[in-house]
């Protein structure tokens, strides 16, 4: 069963605009990173942010945890034409492995010139 | 220093034959991990190897194997293939293993296509 699910399925903005994607989960992390994913290739890691962390910042990305309501969000700023991918969350549980990661479906994320 | 590289990239085999798909890590990373990647599944944990050693395994049948070399390269085989086997094979190697958390780097993947 998935682990994180990511909100929307799919998202389509103008070039210049921000995205927000967000990613709900089950259990207890250890961590959760983000990834992108461009058609069907492999997988570029964004950011990591640990479960004792809040908010990271990493470029035009920012990416908050509520462990509390076991939920994260991705925002893309300003985004650009390039940033047309699939984004998906993956998380780390807490007292496993860290190289288990359970993924999301993910989210298309669609950016208009 | 060059990526993760996996071989062949792409792979057309039917229906009972076997195929084995290779990983090689980032110079210096010591674990590797698979994962498979379908349209209905999505994205689904394999297996993880580290010091030539499996140390985690996801739901999957026997029919999927794998080992580690001593130069940290990867191969995973697939036995008496299904159709439901076509996917995208993605590994990612880290630096190592344990509760640290570490950044896993993917490799372009190897399409399978089960006919």
């Known amino acids: 069963s998935q682990q994180g699910e990511e909100d929307p399925q799919a998202l389509s903005i103008q070039e210049g605009e921000n995205a927000t994607m967000n990613c709900s989960y089950k259990?207890?992390?250890?961590?959760l990173q983000w990834y992108r994913q461009n058609s069907g290739r492999g997988l570029v890691h964004l950011i990591l942010?640990?479960?004792?962390?809040r908010e990271k910042h990493s470029g035009r990305l920012r990416v908050t945890l509520d462990t509390s309501k076991k939920s994260s969000s991705l925002l893309i700023t300003a985004s650009r034409a390039a940033d047309t991918a699939s984004y998906f969350c993956?998380?780390?549980?807490?007292?496993?492995?860290?190289?288990?990661?359970?993924f999301g479906k993910g989210t298309l994320l669609t950016v208009n010139p | 220093k060059a990526g993760v590289t996996q071989t062949p990239r792409y792979l057309i085999k039917t229906r009972g034959q076997q195929v084995t798909l290779s990983c090689s890590p980032i110079?210096?990373?010591?674990?590797v991990s698979w994962y498979q990647q379908t349209p209905g599944q999505g994205l689904q944990f394999l297996f993880e190897?580290?010091?030539?050693?499996?140390?985690n395994k996801g739901n999957f049948p026997g029919r999927f194997s794998g080992r580690q070399f001593s130069n940290s390269r990867s191969e995973m085989n697939v036995s008496t293939l299904e159709l439901g086997d076509s996917a995208l094979y993605l590994c990612?190697?880290?630096?190592?293993?344990?509760?640290?958390?570490?950044?896993?780097?993917f490799g372009p993947g190897t399409r399978l296509l089960v006919l």
């Open positions: 990612a190697s880290s630096l190592a293993f344990g509760q640290l958390a570490q950044t896993q780097y």
């Open positions: 190897y580290f010091s030539e050693t499996q140390r």
């Open positions: 942010i640990r479960s004792n962390e």
């Open positions: 110079s210096g990373h010591r674990s």
């Open positions: 259990t207890s992390i250890n961590n």
């Open positions: 993956a998380t780390a549980l807490s007292g496993g492995s860290n190289y288990k990661l359970t």
